[in-house]
C-alpha cells in the first residue's frame, strides 16, 4: 500500500513496515528479518532524507519504490546493521546502480550517502554489512527509487514534439520551395535581363572590334610615323613606322610620357617645344618642321632628318584632348637633294673650268709652239755667235784688227755672253711653265668631267693625280706630299668625276687637321692591290679624330669645325660613293694627336 506523503508517509511491505521518520527522513526495520542465530547480520536502511527545501518537496512511494521528481534528485539514504555486540567494528558496502560503477566501502563512521544531480530514471541502491567478524550480509538491503524525468524529456512530449518539428519541417519546406521560387523567378529575371545586357555587350564589343581593326588597317596603312598623345603628355597611339624608325616597341612607347620615350633619340629642348606645340590653344595645324633625331643608342649609325607636323585632337566642344604628331623620314631625300645639288654645282664647275682650259689652250699652245720655236732658233744665233767669236783671230791675223776690234765693241756692249747663257735657260723654265699650265689645265679637264652616267675604266692613280694638282697650292702651305703609288695597278670600272670628289674631300680634311695642329705636316697618298682590290690609302699627320665621333664621322650633317667651316657632307658623300655606287669599302685608323689614315677599297672587277 502506498500513499502520498508531504513531509511524511508510510510504506508496508510484505517484509514488514517501512515508516518515514521526522520530518525529512524515514526510520525502517524489519523485525521478521532478525534472526538471533545467524551469522550474517542484518542491514537495514534507516533514513531517507530529502535535501530539498520549499514547496517542490513532492516524493511519494508507489509500488514499493520511492517516486521523485526530476527536481528532487538531490537525497541522503542513512543504513546501519543490526550487530550490536561491537558496532564500531562494522564494515559497509553500498552502491547506487545506474551512478556508482563499483562498490562504495566504508565502515561505521560512515552510515550514509549523499547523492547529487541523479539523473532520471529507475536506480536501485543496494548496501551490504558486515559484523566485528568480517561475515558479511551478502543479500544486504535494496531501495528503489524513481526519479521522473521532465515533460521536455517524456515519450508523449518527445512524440509531439516529433510532430511539432515535421511540421515546422514541411512549413519550412513550403516556405523555402516558394523562396526558391520566387528567387528562380527572379534569378530569370535577372538572367534575362543580363542576356540582354550581354548581348547589347556583344554587339557593342563587336562593334568596337571591327573599329579597333578598322584603326588598325588605317594605321598599318598609314606609312609614315604616327604617334598620338594625349592632353598629359602620355602617348596612347604608337604605330608599326614608329615601332622600325625609333627601335621601340609598342608596349613600351603606350601609356608612356612622350618625353620619356624619345629623350635618347630628341634633343629636350626639342620635345618640349613640341609638347608645348601640340597642347598650346592654337586650333590650327602646325606647319611642317624638321627634327634632328640622333639613332646610334638605337644601334643605328647616324642623324636621321624628319619632317613632322602637329594637328590637334579636339572634342565636339572645341576643349582640346592632345595631338597627332606625323613625321617622315627624310634623310635619304636629304642626301639625294644634296648630291644633286653638288653633282649640278660640279657639273657647271667643270663647265665652266672646261671653257676656261679650252679658252687657255689655244693660246698656251701658241706660246708653248713660240718658246719652242725661240728656243730652238736661238740654238742657231748661239752658234752663230761663237762662230765669229771663233773667226775674230783669224780676222785679226789677216790684217783687220779694225773690224775684230768693232766686233769684240760689240760683244761687250750688247753683254753677248750673258745672253747666250741666260736664254736657254730663260727658255727652258718657260717651256716648263707651259708645260706645268698644260698639266693643270688637263687636270681641271679631267677633275671636272661630268661622267657618262655609267661606270668606265679608269686608271686610279692618274685620278689621284689629277686630285692633287687642284690642291696642291693650298697643301704646299702647310705640309709635304708623299706618293707611293703602285705601277702594277690595273684600271677599273668606276665613276671618275665622283671618285675625284672622295679624293678630293679626303684630302682637304687632312690638310684642315694638318693646319689645326699649328705644324708642318705630311699628307702621304699610296696605292696598292690586296687580292681582287685596289687600295687606296691617304694618311695625314694631324689632329686625329677622338674617340667618341667615330661613329658619326660618316653621318650626314655630322662636322666638328666650327660654325661656317664644315656642312658634315664630304664624308656622307664619300661613304655613298665608294659604298653604295662602287660596292667598296670605307674605313679609317686614327689616334688623337698621330693623325688619321682613310682606308679604300674598290673590287678590280666591277661592271662598266
Not at 538572367?191 to 588605317?218: C, G, P, T, W, Y
Not at 624619345?262 to 618640349?272: A, E, F
Not at 689645326?516 to 689632329?543: A, F, H, P, Q, Y
Request: charged share 30%.
Amino acid at each position: 500500500q502506498s500513499k502520498e506523503f508531504n513531509g511524511r508517509a508510510c510504506h508496508k511491505s510484505s517484509d514488514g513496515e517501512m515508516f518515514f521518520g521526522g520530518t525529512n527522513g524515514f526510520n525502517s526495520f524489519y523485525p521478521d528479518r532478525i534472526e538471533p542465530n545467524r551469522n550474517e547480520p542484518p542491514i537495514v536502511i534507516t533514513n531517507f532524507e530529502l535535501l530539498i527545501e520549499g514547496p517542490n518537496k513532492k516524493g511519494k512511494i508507489e509500488e514499493g519504490k520511492i517516486v521523485l521528481s526530476h527536481k528532487e534528485n538531490v537525497f541522503t539514504i542513512e543504513f546501519s546493521a543490526l550487530d550490536f555486540s561491537a558496532p564500531s567494528k562494522n564494515m559497509y558496502k553500498h552502491k547506487l546502480e545506474g551512478v556508482d560503477k563499483d562498490w562504495v566501502e566504508g565502515d561505521a563512521r560512515k552510515r550514509s550517502i549523499t547523492y547529487t544531480n541523479v539523473s532520471p530514471g529507475e536506480h536501485t541502491f543496494r548496501v551490504i554489512g558486515s559484523n566485528k567478524d568480517g561475515t558479511w550480509n551478502k543479500e544486504g538491503e535494496t531501495l528503489k527509487i524513481k526519479i521522473t524525468p521532465p515533460f521536455w524529456q517524456t515519450w508523449w512530449f518527445r512524440i509531439a514534439l516529433g510532430f511539432l518539428i515535421i511540421f515546422a519541417i514541411l512549413a519550412i519546406h513550403q516556405m523555402r520551395t516558394k523562396y526558391l521560387r520566387d528567387k528562380l523567378a527572379e534569378q530569370q529575371r535577372v538572367q534575362k535581363i543580363l542576356k540582354q545586357s550581354r548581348d547589347e555587350m556583344e554587339r557593342a564589343r563587336d562593334l568596337a572590334e571591327i573599329r579597333h581593326a578598322e584603326n588598325e588597317k588605317l594605321l598599318t596603312a598609314i606609312s609614315v610615323i604616327f604617334i598620338a598623345v594625349d592632353s598629359d603628355g602620355m602617348i596612347f597611339q604608337w604605330n608599326k613606322p614608329a615601332e622600325k624608325f625609333f627601335k621601340i616597341y609598342r608596349d613600351d612607347a603606350v601609356k608612356k610620357p612622350f618625353v620619356e620615350v624619345l629623350k635618347g633619340c630628341i634633343s629636350q629642348d626639342k620635345l618640349n617645344k613640341i609638347i608645348e606645340k601640340g597642347l598650346e590653344q592654337d586650333k590650327s595645324a602646325s606647319k611642317e618642321f624638321e627634327v634632328s633625331v640622333d639613332l646610334k643608342t638605337k644601334g643605328k649609325k647616324g642623324i636621321r632628318l624628319l619632317t613632322s607636323s602637329i594637328s590637334p585632337i579636339m572634342d565636339r566642344t572645341g576643349r582640346k584632348l592632345g595631338f597627332l604628331l606625323l613625321a617622315e623620314d627624310i634623310t635619304h631625300r636629304k642626301e639625294e637633294e644634296m648630291l644633286r645639288n653638288l653633282s649640278k654645282k660640279l657639273e657647271s664647275l667643270g663647265q665652266m673650268a672646261s671653257g676656261i682650259a679650252h679658252e687657255i689652250k689655244t693660246p698656251l699652245q701658241y706660246i708653248g709652239h713660240n718658246a719652242r720655236f725661240v728656243s730652238d732658233s736661238f740654238h742657231d744665233a748661239v752658234n752663230f755667235y761663237k762662230t765669229v767669236i771663233d773667226s775674230l783671230p783669224e780676222i785679226e791675223n789677216s790684217g783687220k784688227k779694225e773690224i775684230a776690234a768693232k766686233i769684240n765693241q760689240l760683244v761687250e756692249e750688247y753683254d753677248m755672253e750673258y745672253i747666250t747663257e741666260e736664254i736657254p735657260i730663260a727658255s727652258e723654265q718657260m717651256i716648263d711653265g707651259v708645260n706645268r699650265v698644260s698639266d693643270i689645265i688637263k687636270a681641271m679637264t679631267e677633275f671636272s668631267h661630268p661622267g657618262r652616267g655609267f661606270k668606265e675604266k679608269a686608271d686610279i692613280n692618274g685620278l689621284l693625280k689629277s686630285t692633287l694638282v687642284m690642291v696642291q697650292n693650298r697643301i704646299k702651305k702647310s705640309a709635304d706630299i708623299q706618293l707611293e703609288l703602285s705601277k702594277e695597278l690595273p684600271q677599273i670600272a668606276c665613276f671618275p668625276a665622283e671618285l675625284n670628289q672622295v679624293f678630293l674631300n679626303l684630302l682637304v680634311n687632312a690638310l684642315d687637321a694638318i693646319v689645326d695642329t699649328g705644324n708642318w705636316g705630311l699628307i702621304k697618298i699610296s696605292t696598292t692591290v690586296e687580292r681582287k682590290e685596289v687600295v687606296i690609302s691617304i694618311s695625314d699627320t694631324g689632329c686625329g679624330i677622338p674617340e667618341e665621333n667615330s661613329d658619326d664621322i660618316f653621318n650626314p650633317f655630322f662636322t666638328t669645325k666650327e660654325v661656317g667651316k664644315g656642312t658634315g657632307q664630304g664624308l656622307s658623300l664619300a661613304h655613298n660613293v665608294i659604298i653604295e655606287k662602287h660596292k667598296g669599302k670605307l674605313d679609317f685608323s686614327s689616334r688623337v694627336g698621330e693623325g688619321t689614315t682613310f682606308f679604300i677599297r674598290l673590287p678590280i672587277e666591277g661592271e662598266h
